[in-house]
């Protein structure tokens, strides 16, 4: 029987058990101690962040960013539509509404021109976003600059998901430290790992603070329990943020893994009728945390559902691209500024085996896998 090959696994390093002993030894199995401190200030020197503060989810560091910009009842954010429905979920936490942008074709990312238009909308009628959420898709950055230009034009806060872009570059920085909040995961199928957690990054160390305060139920400094605030139980522990302090020092390997994939799809593959690799824009340098493709079905001979059915028939998991939100039941109600492009990237977008520990005969069998699909539709068309 062969081995089920999965999207994207944790990949564990040298150093991740002897940090996990170290905190069993000194017993601080908790959600604070050393290893929490230690992995804040390390990722703040790797991504050139000034402060962070680690806690226990992705989707907690949004909820987090969403609360401290005072986002609230009957709020406005604009957001990517092309993502995980994480990014969005704690809009509605707050009791906020999500409007939703389309990506463009160079970073499958927002587009800053549709995000201009809306902002001019808005601003005619007197009735700013409260925030933008832009998200950095796949371990690729959008197009930053002129997204961070008009949210300051416009005076509006943003906030940057960065939780699949980690290691990925946006003209020499790292995603996630352009907006006035960012934010990482460390989910288990991301670059790296703590089976699951999150970074909530700022240059304002005020925020950063308030961000602890508030992930650790807004305990007031008073020695009973004193609360004058709502706050929530977000915090990371501190046997997790060992394994992350261990993962983060492997990360640029597994960028390199993630990348060399990539490469080897694309050799492979590339030159097949129908089948388009997810571009990489000329501003960044990706991390390819998931190698995606887009599938013309006409020349392919297949869609991208019969080559998903045929690898899994294989034991080969692959993903379509990202439902774009406004496409989602639950959002049915959310309006959408554009979204032709999102879907299209659905429609015939998917997402290969990517992980950074796969072997060279994994990648055979994946790319016998898509090849054959091909074949077969050809072969039964005839
Ligand atoms: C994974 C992910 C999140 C949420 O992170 P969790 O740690 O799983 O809560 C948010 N946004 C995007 C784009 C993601 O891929």
Same mark, same amino acid.
């Given at each position: ?5 999965? =999207? ?10 002897? !940090? ?33 503060? $680690?806690?226990?989810?992705?989707? $907690? ?10 986002? *609230? ?23 906020? #509404? ?73 003209? *020499? ?33 005020? =925020? ?9 139920? $807004? ?26 302090? *261990? ?24 030159? =097949? ?41 294989? #034991? ?29 990237? !659905? ?32 072969? $039964?068309?005839?």
């Amino acid at each position: 029987m062969k081995k089920q090959i999965l =999207l994207s696994t944790p990949h564990m390093g040298e150093q991740e058990l002897k !940090f996990v002993q170290e905190a069993f030894e000194t017993n601080w199995i908790a959600p604070v101690g050393p290893h929490v401190d230690a992995f804040e200030e390390e990722f703040c020197q790797h991504t050139g962040a000034g402060y962070a503060a $680690a806690v226990s989810s992705g989707t $907690a560091a949004i909820h987090l960013a969403l609360r401290l910009l005072d986002v *609230g009842r009957g709020d406005e954010i604009f957001c990517s539509t092309l993502t995980f429905i994480a990014s969005a979920n704690p809009i509605v936490y707050q009791g906020a #509404k999500p409007v939703f942008i389309d990506s463009d074709r160079t970073s499958w990312n927002m587009n800053p021109d549709l995000l201009q238009v809306a902002m001019e909308k808005r601003a005619k009628i007197g009735k700013l976003p409260k925030a933008v959420l832009l998200v950095h898709l796949y371990g690729q950055c959008a197009d930053i600059d002129p997204i961070v230009e008009i949210c300051q034009k416009y005076n509006v806060p943003l906030i940057e998901d960065a939780a699949e872009a980690l290691g990925a570059r946006y003209k *020499g920085r790292c995603p996630g430290t352009f907006g006035t909040i960012g934010i990482y995961s460390f989910n288990g199928n991301k670059i790296i790992t703590t089976s699951g957690g999150g970074m909530l990054v700022s240059d304002d160390e005020r =925020l950063v603070k308030k961000a602890r305060f508030l992930a650790t139920q $807004a305990r007031d400094p008073a020695p009973h329990y004193q609360h004058s605030q709502i706050g929530y139980n977000y915090r990371l522990s501190n046997v997790l943020a060992g394994i992350g302090r *261990g993962q983060l020092q492997v990360l640029q390997e597994r960028v390199e893994a993630r990348r060399r994939n990539f490469e080897i799809y694309q050799k492979a593959l590339g030159n =097949l009728p129908g089948i388009e690799f997810m571009p990489e824009a000329e501003f960044g340098r990706a991390t390819r945390w998931l190698t995606c493709l887009t599938i013309n079905p006409q020349a392919f001979g297949a869609d991208r559902e019969e080559i998903r059915l045929g690898l899994a028939e294989k #034991k080969i998991e692959s993903r379509p691209v990202w439902k774009p939100l406004h496409m989602q039941p639950v959002f049915a109600e959310c309006e959408s500024i554009g979204g032709e492009v999102a879907e299209d990237l !659905f429609m015939r977008g998917l997402c290969l085996p990517s992980g950074s520990n796969l072997t060279d005969e994994d990648l055979e069998r994946v790319i016998g896998g898509v090849r054959v699909s091909n074949c077969n539709l050809k072969y $039964a068309h005839m």
